[in-house]
C-alpha cells in the first residue's frame, strides 16, 4: 500500500507555473520540436531525440517550475522533500542503502529504521535526488510519468484501460454499485472528470495491487463496515491501523459505500485537487504528483509519499498504448542549479558499528558509550602480558572487521586499530590503548589460561580426580596473587577435593565469573568416580534418566562430543585399573 501524506488543502491564488510561450505551445498546432528541443539543457537534449525517434508525433515541453517569477533551485526542492516527517518514503523491503540514516531516521546500534504507516522507512537524500530527476526516466518507458493526465477521446479507450487491469481482482469483473464492469467505470470517471483513464487504472493498480484483501476496499473493516476508499485518499498515519482507519473515515464524510462510488468519488478528487484545479498549479502529470514543483510551499501538496510511485504508474500506462505514433504531451520539469548527474546510493547496507570490543575475552564496554567518529578506549593489562586477544561483536553480519585477534604487544603502551567496512564500504574505527600497567588486573579469561587449567567459558577441566580445592586456589593465585577464588561444593561433594558440579568464582579487579568444574568420569558429582557413575551413564543411554549440564559432559569420557557405551565401559575399566581417563 503506499502512503499518503494529509495535505491541509489552504490554497492562495498562485502565478502561473508555466511560462507564456509554453502555454502556446502546448496548446496549439504550432509546435515545432527544434525549438522545443533547444529550449532543454543538453543533458536532456539526447535522451529525449532518442525518444523522438519512437515517439515521432509527441510533444516534449521544457517546463522551468516558477512561482512569482522565482524560478525553483534544485536544492530548495531537494531540502523540502528530505524532512523528518518522512515525506519521501521507501518500501521497507527496499536495500538499506537506499534508505535515510539520519538520527531521526535510523539507529545505526541497533539496526532498526523508523517506520511510517508501517512498511515504509524514510528514503536517503541521495535516493530521493534520483527519483527526483527527470533525466534518469527519460525513457521509452518512464516518459509516461510526464504525460498530461487530460482526458484524450482520440487515445484513451476501454482496451487500454483493460491491459492496465489485466491480472488484478479488476479484470473484466463488475464494480458493486452499478451495473459496469471496473473498466467501463473508469472510462466513465475519466470522461467526467477530464482526467487520463489510463492514470486512474494505473492508480488503482498501484493502490491496491492485485488481490481484493485491503481493509480499504473490502468493506468488512471492523467500525467501518460498508466503505471504500480505492485511491486511499487521506490514509496516512504512523501505523497500519492509522492508515486504514482514517482512510475510511475521509470516505464516510463523502459517502463512498460502493466501489462505484468510491471510484467515481476519488477520480472526482484527483481531477479537483491537481489535474484540473481552479487555480493555476495543476499538477497533472504523475511525476508533479509526487514531486510538487508548482510552489508555493515547494512539494507540500504531494498526492503520494512513496518515490517510486510515479515511475511505477507510468510502467503501467506505457503496456497500454499500443500505437507509439499518438500525439502524446509530455510536460518535462527543468530545475535551476541542476547537479550534473543523480545516481543512486551505494545499495548496501550502511552500518559498521560494533556492539561491543573484547579484550581477552572480557568486554571493555559497550559501544554506545562511544563519540561518533574515530573511536578510542583505554585498557590497562597486566605488564607480564606478551599478547592481546582482541575480539568483537557486529552489529550487522554484513560489515567486515580488520585488525582483530591475537595481537603481540612490543611496547608498553600500543594502540590496535579495528577497521570496521559496511557493506557499502563505509568505513569505522575502534582505537583500542593497551597499556601494560603494574598496577592492572589480568582478564578472568587470562588467569584460567595462564594457570593451566582447561576453559570453555563456561565450564573449567584438566583437573585429575582427587584435586584438592586449595590447589586450585593456589593455581590461580600463583598466576594472579590480586584475584579472588570462592569454590562453592555441589550437595553431593561432602569432601575438600573439587567434584563435577561444584562452582568456582573468580574475581579479577572489577570483572567477576564463574565457571561450572567438570571432573570426566565423577557424573555424580561425589568427587570420585565408581559404580554408581557408571550406572548414571548407562541409564542416561538407555533413556531411564538424564543428564544435564557439566554431569552430562563429564560422562563423555572420551571426549568425542557423544555419550555411548564405550564411556561406561571406559568408566568400568577405570574402576577395575585397566584404564586412565584423560581429564
Not at 601494560?436 to 577441566?461: C, F, H, M
Not at 541409564?539 to 552430562?552: E, P, Q, V
Not at 572420551?558 to 568408566?571: E, L, M, P, Q, S
Request: with cysteine.
Amino acid at each position: 500500500m503506499k502512503i499518503y501524506k494529509k495535505i491541509a488543502f489552504i490554497f492562495v491564488f498562485m502565478a502561473s507555473f508555466l511560462c507564456l510561450n509554453y502555454v502556446k505551445a502546448a496548446n496549439t498546432d504550432d509546435y515545432n520540436y527544434e525549438q522545443e528541443l533547444a529550449k532543454f539543457p543538453s543533458n536532456y537534449q539526447e535522451k529525449i531525440k532518442k525518444l523522438h525517434t519512437k515517439y515521432k508525433n509527441a510533444v516534449f515541453v521544457s517546463v522551468v517550475p516558477t512561482y512569482k517569477n522565482m524560478k525553483l533551485n534544485w536544492n530548495v526542492m531537494l531540502a523540502n522533500e528530505y524532512t523528518t516527517t518522512g515525506k519521501s518514503l521507501i518500501h521497507s523491503s527496499q536495500n538499506d542503502g537506499y534508505k535515510s540514516t539520519d538520527s531521526w531516521s535510523y539507529n545505526f546500534y541497533t539496526n532498526k529504521f523508523e517506520t511510517f504507516g508501517g512498511n515504509w522507512n524514510a528514503a536517503k537524500k541521495e535516493t530521493i535526488a534520483y527519483y527526483m530527476d527527470p533525466r534518469n526516466f527519460l525513457d521509452e518507458t518512464h516518459i509516461f510519468m510526464f504525460e498530461s493526465l487530460n482526458y484524450n477521446e482520440s487515445y484513451h479507450n476501454i482496451e487500454g484501460v483493460k491491459e492496465i487491469l489485466k491480472g488484478t481482482f479488476m479484470y473484466e469483473k463488475k464494480c458493486d454499485g452499478s451495473n459496469k464492469t471496473y473498466a467501463e467505470v473508469i472510462m466513465e470517471a475519466g470522461k467526467k472528470n477530464n482526467i487520463s483513464p489510463y492514470m486512474l487504472a494505473s492508480r488503482l493498480r498501484q493502490e491496491q495491487g492485485v488481490s481484493l484483501t485491503s481493509p480499504l476496499i473490502t468493506g468488512k473493516y471492523h467500525g467501518y463496515t460498508n466503505l471504500y476508499n480505492y485511491f486511499n485518499i487521506k490514509a496516512s498515519g504512523k501505523t497500519t491501523t492509522d492508515v486504514i482507519v482514517n482512510g475510511l473515515k475521509y470516505a464516510s464524510t463523502k459517502g463512498w459505500t460502493t466501489p462505484y462510488k468510491s471510484i467515481m468519488g476519488g477520480s472526482e478528487f484527483l481531477s479537483n485537487e491537481y489535474v484540473n484545479t481552479k487555480y493555476e498549479q495543476d499538477q497533472n502529470t504523475l511525476y508533479l504528483q509526487k514531486w510538487d514543483a508548482t510552489g508555493p510551499n515547494w512539494g507540500n501538496h504531494q498526492y503520494m509519499q512513496n518515490i517510486m510511485a510515479a515511475a511505477s504508474e507510468a510502467t503501467s500506462i506505457a503496456k497500454s498504448y499500443k500505437n507509439v505514433n499518438l500525439k502524446y504531451l509530455f510536460y518535462i520539469p527543468v530545475y535551476m542549479n541542476m547537479p550534473a548527474e543523480s545516481k543512486l546510493p551505494n545499495k548496501g547496507s550502511p552500518n559498521n558499528y560494533l556492539k561491543n570490543i573484547t579484550i581477552n575475552g572480557a568486554e571493555i564496554g559497550s559501544t554506545q558509550n562511544y563519540k561518533d567518529g574515530v573511536e578510542q578506549y583505554n585498557i590497562n593489562i597486566n605488564p607480564t602480558s606478551t599478547t592481546v586477544d582482541v575480539g568483537y561483536n557486529k552489529v550487522v553480519s554484513s560489515s567486515k572487521v580488520e585488525g582483530a585477534g591475537i595481537i603481540n604487544l612490543t611496547s608498553n603502551k600500543q594502540t590496535v586499530s579495528l577497521k570496521v567496512i559496511a557493506e557499502n564500504g563505509n568505513v569505522k574505527k575502534y582505537n583500542i590503548n593497551i597499556i601494560r600497567d603494574a598496577n592492572a588486573s589480568l582478564a578472568v579469561s587470562e588467569i584460567i589460561a595462564a594457570s593451566g587449567i582447561k576453559s570453555d567459558g563456561t565450564n573449567i577441566s584438566g583437573l585429575e580426580v582427587g584435586t584438592s580445592q586449595q590447589t586450585l586456589i593456589e593455581k590461580i593465585k600463583k598466576v594472579s596473587s590480586s584475584s579472588v577464588v570462592k569454590i562453592e561444593k555441589n550437595n553431593n561433594n561432602k569432601t575438600n577435593n573439587l567434584a563435577t558440579g561444584d562452582i568456582v568464582t573468580i574475581t579479577s579487579g572489577k570483572e567477576t565469573k564463574k565457571y561450572n568444574v567438570v571432573i570426566y568420569g565423577d557424573v555424580n558429582g561425589d568427587g570420585k568416580i565408581l559404580a554408581t557413575d557408571y550406572v548414571k551413564i548407562k541409564n542416561h543411554i538407555m533413556g531411564t534418566s538424564s543428564l544435564t549440564g557439566a554431569y552430562k559432559l563429564s560422562a563423555d569420557v572420551n571426549h568425542d562430543g557423544k555419550i555411548f557405551a564405550t564411556d561406561y565401559v571406559f568408566v568400568k575399566n577405570y574402576i577395575m585399573g585397566s584404564y586412565k581417563i584423560s581429564q
